[in-house]
């Protein structure tokens, strides 16, 4: 008798010759909407596609096969970061982080004041006179009444 897959007869046989089982031939599918658009499982052919039953998604590119950045090896994925900046950029940011660092702070509360300008220079483009004020409030040494 034989086997009903050997002569496409099964319900996966990948035949071309039989009409697409999403849109029945009609190369059309539409909506309760009237909307009406090209069969997504046959692209407007009419006809089923042909199954092969495997799709390969294997990375082929070579970049695929070097190591990752944070594992020993040859290289990485991703380019080198730039390096971080220690000073602010603006003049008058410059001139705050200057006045930090002369102040009678503590070496942990300067680092984070001068990261704050840096960071805050970064986000708005320079240091505005209400940032300014709010730094050196954290500056000025307290003054007990």
Known sequence: MGDQFSRGQGPSSGRVDEPCGVC????????????TTTCPSCHGTGRRVETTGF????KTKPSHHRASQ???GAGGNKADAPAKTTWPVTFEGGQLATEVKGSACADDVKARLIREIIDYEDSHGQCTQTFIKKVRKQVRPRTST
């Open 24 to 35: 029945g031939g009609d190369r059309r599918i539409g909506n309760s909407f009237g909307l």
């Open 55 to 58: 799709h390969d998604v294997t």
């Open 70 to 72: 944070g594992t020993p």
